[in-house]
């Protein structure tokens, strides 16, 4: 339909123009089209003015009947637009320059052979009726020009006149003379009912009117049948008047909205059934949706298809009585009824309980341990695969009710950590040196105790094998540096009588053991006897060397000829001092000692050919000191005696025959050796003195370290107080290596063979040694490990006592991640509780599953059984008597509750019924109403119930 908006005309400006240039003459000839019609641009060429032309103006002219020329005002431009009062005249331009006005030939405007067409109605047709309040509007009636000219809006005003058709005449409507017009409100209380316009319009000086418009009837025939037809579309107020088919009833609906979308807004409001087409028009979308949702059905993936249709299933549930009546004979219905419930299906909670059995089977229940049945970590995986093949062909409902699936869950858990502990084998290689195997051993074996029984069990006995070959590894090494060190130290003296040949080996070899031992791990390292003894000898070698070269070097200055005695004296002297600084263990190394002392110096005591009185007595004396050279042959006591006297006849001599008491030195020294053994023995009676006992140990102790350190006569001169000391240990030091065997006998096969009570006796004991002694403890790593699984325990015997009986199932979960080692600590009485209530919760699941078998037996091929109420109400008394764990395995008690709500849903929409026969006639429309509606809001399957329930 053309579609124009009505312009009203405006009047062209008037525009103040420039005067012409006076006299100036008019010379050469500007060229303008000759040919032109309104609304045309006319434009001046100047092409063929002289060059160099400077053009400061230009004025259009209209030349006049007489040949006079008439100023356009304002068409001062170099162009210019002719309007429409410029028809059929002649018109010139000139251009003006400083000195010259040029002019141009002449342009004669074609005439205008104007039409008007008919007028058309905006949104109606010859065919529409109009209702009384529409407001009819006036487009078209467009002015044409044969000629090709386009007017403009400003060139053309309108006016309208309106009519009534009485019989074949046109009577006026008096005021009626807008592009508009509203029928009146009582249009059809008179006549006449048929209605016309006629338009008029002006351009310059031309009026043309049109032909009159076609006749619009005013009436309310079209939305009073569109209402009856609308309201047709409902039969008994509550479905869809479905006579033929859901496409013709479809293509209906759409046919009367099309004719109410052609109607105005007034004639719209008339029809005031329309919401009843609007939910019509979106149930059979609906229905349509549904349609073609069940016809993508083959196209789905199978295992898909379950889910698909129970979201199908859904959708229809949700349409009400109403959108319903759109499903002919029940089709959509029955389509989904018959892919949700084919009778083909396999009875998935039989399948069900078989796989519950299935799982259960992994475990047994032994001697109050629990363990895989399929013994190796290959059958189980292959039993677990088999039962997840078996569940993944359940339905995501049935998945749901498979009872157990934690030990499942476990099995497979179990079976990943035990494959991730296998790889860490690949670390241990036999090639690696003993230390390398053993730390790779320690962190395997670290890893090895967190597991549980039934994990422990799991492991490959080869794999086992390994573990224990690699933690081996530096026994073979540690009992050779143990035979080693025990070769080399001793008590009174080292056992390995070096010699001049011998010496380098002997220091290269004990090298070589304490290298060895630097690269033990610390547990191994520990158990290496007597290191600090190794240690020792390593240090006295050294030292034992330095005095060892001395004596070399004595022994060659001797044979050296003429080297002066008090050289040689002062040599010997030195060299002697320094041996008898060593103690025994430094001395037994000195193989060239005995030569040494077999050679003491010649010392020729000249005093000038005089020979003092007392000579006699002075080389007495030096045959006496002479004795003292073996100290060994004196106790302290006799020592001191014989020391006293010498240094007292020592005294009495003359200074001339003091010289020939050359050996003096050995009475200092013995004086020397004295006064330390009797500095050593004041801290021995110090320490017999202590009365406490702990203390005493400790002073002993520091007593026995500084008798390792004292120079071998000082040892022999304090050895029997010494000795005596020694004794008071006895009882009173811990037997480390006992406690060490002790805790190494704690556990067999991974389990604990002692109870909680003697691993904290062992605690203690090893607490109580000092830091030394528990560096000889071996085993301490067992120990502490025992130590905090006696806490995780005791930690879970605190939970069993207070949750057992009333809480079982957080117990039970609580001990399955105890380790092997751990549960091993639990009393036998308790752990078969434990066991015993894991067997009877799975029992108690029997139980539940017969629930969940009844509920899902309320319903049958989708619909509810008959007798709902009965049955619901004996599942929900079964149920309310359930303990809390065993609920948790009603996995389908949402249909339950969804059951007992749809019970009470229908039973109010019964009982609206029951008010609605039970209402005086006069409440008894608005009753039913109220039923009706309620009614027609039941899903297809709570229908089924209601008809049920109540025929």
């Given at each position: 339909?053309?579609?124009?908006?009505?312009?009203?005309?405006?009047?062209?400006?008037?525009?103040?123009?420039?005067?012409?240039?006076?006299?100036?003459?008019?010379?050469?000839?500007?060229?303008?089209?000759?040919?032109?019609?309104?609304?045309?641009?006319?434009?001046?060429?100047?092409?063929?003015?002289?060059?160099?032309?400077?053009?400061?103006?230009?004025?259009?002219?209209?030349?006049?009947?007489?040949?006079?020329?008439?100023?356009?005002?304002?068409?001062?431009?170099?162009?210019?637009?002719?309007?429409?009062?410029?028809?059929?005249?002649?018109?010139?331009?000139?251009?003006?320059?400083?000195?010259?006005?040029?002019?141009?030939?002449?342009?004669?405007?074609?005439?205008?052979?104007?039409?008007?067409?008919?007028?058309?109605?905006?949104?109606?047709?010859?065919?529409?009726?109009?209702?009384?309040?529409?407001?009819?509007?006036?487009?078209?009636?467009?002015?044409?020009?044969?000629?090709?000219?386009?007017?403009?809006?400003?060139?053309?005003?309108?006016?309208?006149?309106?009519?009534?058709?009485?019989?074949?005449?046109?009577?006026?409507?008096?005021?009626?003379?807008?592009?508009?017009?509203?029928?009146?409100?009582?249009?059809?209380?008179?006549?006449?009912?048929?209605?016309?316009?006629?338009?008029?319009?002006?351009?310059?000086?031309?009026?043309?009117?049109?032909?009159?418009?076609?006749?619009?009837?005013?009436?309310?025939?079209?939305?009073?049948?569109?209402?009856?037809?609308?309201?047709?579309?409902?039969?008994?107020?509550?479905?869809?008047?479905?006579?033929?088919?859901?496409?013709?009833?479809?293509?209906?609906?759409?046919?009367?909205?099309?004719?109410?979308?052609?109607?105005?807004?007034?004639?719209?409001?008339?029809?005031?059934?329309?919401?009843?087409?609007?939910?019509?028009?979106?149930?059979?979308?609906?229905?349509?949706?549904?349609?073609?949702?069940?016809?993508?059905?083959?196209?789905?993936?199978?295992?898909?298809?379950?889910?698909?249709?129970?979201?199908?299933?859904?959708?229809?549930?949700?349409?009400?009585?109403?959108?319903?009546?759109?499903?002919?004979?029940?089709?959509?219905?029955?389509?989904?009824?018959?892919?949700?419930?084919?009778?083909?299906?396999?009875?998935?909670?039989?399948?069900?309980?078989?796989?519950?059995?299935?799982?259960?089977?992994?475990?047994?229940?032994?001697?109050?341990?629990?363990?895989?049945?399929?013994?190796?970590?290959?059958?189980?995986?292959?039993?677990?695969?088999?039962?997840?093949?078996?569940?993944?062909?359940?339905?995501?409902?049935?998945?749901?009710?498979?009872?157990?699936?934690?030990?499942?869950?476990?099995?497979?858990?179990?079976?990943?950590?035990?494959?991730?502990?296998?790889?860490?084998?690949?670390?241990?290689?036999?090639?690696?040196?003993?230390?390398?195997?053993?730390?790779?051993?320690?962190?395997?074996?670290?890893?090895?105790?967190?597991?549980?029984?039934?994990?422990?069990?799991?492991?490959?006995?080869?794999?086992?094998?390994?573990?224990?070959?690699?933690?081996?590894?530096?026994?073979?090494?540690?009992?050779?540096?143990?035979a080693l060190i025990q070769s080399y130290v001793g008590d009174k003296q080292y056992p390995i009588n070096p010699t001049k040949e011998t010496w380098k080996e002997n220091v290269d070899n004990v090298n070589k053991i304490i290298s060895d031992y630097k690269n033990l791990t610390k547990t191994s390292a520990a158990q290496i006897k007597d290191y600090d003894r190794i240690l020792t000898l390593q240090k006295d070698l050294k030292t034992a060397e330095k005095v060892i070269k001395d004596m070399d070097a004595y022994l060659k200055l001797k044979k050296t000829s003429g080297v002066s005695e008090s050289k040689l004296k002062s040599s010997y002297s030195s060299t002697l001092k320094a041996y008898n600084k060593l103690t025994s263990l430094q001395q037994s190394l000195v193989y060239n000692a005995k030569e040494f002392l077999n050679n003491s110096p010649d010392v020729t005591v000249g005093n000038g050919g005089k020979e003092p009185q007392d000579k006699a007595a002075a080389l007495a004396l030096k045959t006496k000191i002479d004795s003292l050279a073996n100290i060994t042959n004196y106790s302290l006591q006799q020592l001191e005696t014989e020391v006293a006297s010498a240094t007292a006849e020592y005294k009495?001599?003359?200074?001339?025959?003091?010289?020939?008491?050359?050996?003096?030195?050995?009475?200092?020294?013995?004086?020397?050796?004295?006064?330390?053994?009797?500095?050593?023995?004041?801290?021995?009676?110090?320490?017999?003195?202590?009365?406490?006992?702990?203390?005493?140990?400790?002073?002993?102790?520091?007593?026995?370290?500084?008798?390792?350190?004292?120079?071998?006569?000082?040892?022999?001169?304090?050895?029997?107080?010494?000795?005596?000391?020694?004794?008071?240990?006895?009882?009173?030091?811990?037997?480390?290596?006992?406690?060490?065997?002790?805790?190494?006998?704690?556990?067999?096969?991974?389990?604990?063979?002692?109870?909680?009570?003697?691993?904290?006796?062992?605690?203690?004991?090893?607490?109580?040694?000092?830091?030394?002694?528990?560096?000889?403890?071996?085993?301490?790593?067992?120990?502490?490990?025992?130590?905090?699984?006696?806490?995780?325990?005791?930690?879970?015997?605190?939970?069993?006592?207070?949750?057992?009986?009333?809480?079982?199932?957080?117990?039970?979960?609580?001990?399955?991640?105890?380790?092997?080692?751990?549960?091993?600590?639990?009393?036998?009485?308790?752990?078969?509780?434990?066991?015993?209530?894991?067997?009877?919760?799975?029992?108690?699941?029997?139980?539940?599953?017969?629930?969940?078998?009844?509920?899902?037996?309320?319903?049958?091929?989708?619909?509810?059984?008959?007798?709902?109420?009965?049955?619901?109400?004996?599942?929900?008394?079964?149920?309310?008597?359930?303990?809390?764990?065993?609920?948790?395995?009603?996995?389908?008690?949402?249909?339950?509750?969804?059951?007992?709500?749809?019970?009470?849903?229908?039973?109010?929409?019964?009982?609206?019924?029951?008010?609605?026969?039970?209402?005086?006639?006069?409440?008894?429309?608005?009753?039913?109403?109220?039923?009706?509606?309620?009614?027609?809001?039941?899903?297809?399957?709570?229908?089924?119930?209601?008809?049920?329930?109540?025929?």
């Open positions: 339909m053309n579609k124009k908006f009505l312009l009203s005309v405006a009047a062209i400006p008037a525009v103040i123009v420039a005067p012409a240039v006076v006299g100036a003459e008019e010379t050469s000839t500007i060229k303008i089209n000759a040919d032109a019609k309104v609304n045309d641009i006319i434009t001046a060429d100047v092409k063929n003015l002289p060059s160099n032309t400077y053009v400061n103006s230009y004025q259009w002219y209209y030349i006049e009947a007489d040949g006079s020329e008439k100023l356009i005002p304002g068409a001062t431009g170099i162009s210019f637009k002719v309007p429409a009062e410029a028809e059929k005249k002649t018109m010139i331009v000139k251009a003006i320059t400083s000195s010259d006005t040029y002019k141009s030939n002449t342009c004669t405007i074609k005439p205008l052979q104007l039409s008007i067409e008919e007028p058309v109605f905006e949104g109606y047709s010859s065919t529409n009726f109009v209702t009384p309040g529409d407001t009819v509007k006036v487009v078209g009636a467009n002015v044409i020009d044969a000629n090709g000219t386009k007017l403009e809006s400003n060139q053309i005003t309108y006016s309208y006149q309106w009519f009534y058709k009485v019989g074949e005449v046109f009577s006026i409507i008096n005021g009626a003379t807008g592009a508009t017009f509203t029928i009146p409100t009582d249009a059809l209380d008179k006549e006449p009912k048929d209605i016309v316009v006629k338009v008029t319009a002006k351009v310059g000086a031309y009026t043309l009117e049109s032909p009159p418009s076609k006749v619009l009837t005013v009436s309310k025939q079209p939305t009073e049948t569109l209402t009856k037809n609308i309201k047709d579309l409902l039969k008994d107020g509550n479905k869809y008047n479905l006579t033929t088919t859901f496409e013709e009833f479809q293509a209906l609906a759409k046919d009367l909205d099309k004719k109410y979308q052609a109607l105005s807004s007034t004639a719209k409001a008339n029809v005031t059934n329309y919401e009843v087409l609007k939910r019509a028009l979106a149930d059979i979308a609906a229905i349509e949706a549904l349609k073609e949702k069940l016809n993508k059905m083959g196209n789905v993936d199978k295992k898909d298809l379950p889910q698909f249709l129970k979201n199908l299933e859904a959708d229809y549930n949700k349409l009400d009585y109403l959108q319903r009546s759109l499903d002919v004979n029940d089709e959509i219905y029955n389509a989904i009824k018959l892919a949700l419930h084919n009778p083909s299906n396999i009875d998935e909670l039989t399948e069900v309980r078989e796989i519950n059995k299935q799982i259960t089977a992994l475990l047994s229940y032994e001697n109050s341990y629990i363990k895989y049945v399929p013994s190796s970590l290959e059958s189980l995986q292959a039993e677990v695969n088999k039962i997840e093949t078996r569940m993944s062909k359940l339905s995501k409902d049935y998945k749901a009710i498979v009872q157990n699936q934690t030990i499942l869950q476990e099995a497979k858990q179990d079976i990943k950590k035990i494959e991730q502990f296998l790889k860490s084998f690949d670390k241990l290689s036999p090639n690696d040196t003993p230390s390398k195997q053993v730390t790779t051993a320690k962190s395997i074996r670290s890893t090895y105790e967190k597991f549980t029984y039934k994990q422990m069990l799991l492991v490959p006995n080869t794999y086992k094998e390994k573990l224990q070959n690699a933690e081996n590894a530096e026994q073979i090494q540690i009992m050779k540096l143990n009495k001599l003359s200074s001339d025959a003091r010289k020939y008491v050359t050996n003096y030195d050995l009475l200092t020294a013995a004086s020397k050796d004295i006064s330390g053994a009797k500095s050593f023995l004041k801290k021995v009676q110090d320490a017999k003195e202590e009365t406490d006992v702990t203390k005493q140990v400790k002073k002993i102790q520091t007593v026995q370290t500084a008798y390792a350190k004292l120079p071998a006569n000082q040892q022999h001169l304090a050895k029997d107080e010494y000795e005596k000391l020694l004794k008071l240990l006895d009882g009173n030091v811990p037997d480390v290596s006992k406690l060490d065997n002790e805790i190494a006998a704690m556990i067999n096969n991974d389990m604990y063979t002692v109870s909680i009570e003697k691993i904290k006796e062992l605690s203690t004991q090893y607490n109580k040694l000092s830091s030394s002694d528990k560096k000889r403890v071996t085993n301490a790593s067992i120990l502490t490990t025992a130590v905090s699984d006696v806490k995780k325990v005791e930690s879970f015997m605190k939970q069993y006592d207070k949750s057992f009986e009333k809480n079982p199932a957080t117990v039970i979960k609580a001990f399955s991640k105890l380790t092997s080692k751990q549960t091993s600590l639990i009393n036998e009485s308790v752990r078969k509780k434990i066991v015993e209530a894991e067997a009877k919760q799975q029992a108690a699941n029997e139980s539940a599953l017969n629930l969940v078998e009844m509920i899902n037996g309320l319903e049958k091929n989708g619909e509810y059984i008959a007798n709902l109420d009965t049955e619901v109400t004996k599942i929900r008394t079964s149920y309310d008597k359930l303990s809390s764990t065993e609920k948790k395995i009603v996995k389908n008690y949402s249909k339950l509750t969804q059951a007992e709500s749809d019970l009470k849903k229908v039973t109010e929409v019964y009982e609206l019924y029951k008010t609605y026969e039970a209402a005086t006639e006069e409440n008894k429309p608005a009753a039913y109403k109220t039923w009706q509606t309620a009614y027609g809001k039941l899903s297809k399957k709570l229908e089924l119930l209601y008809k049920q329930m109540q025929p």
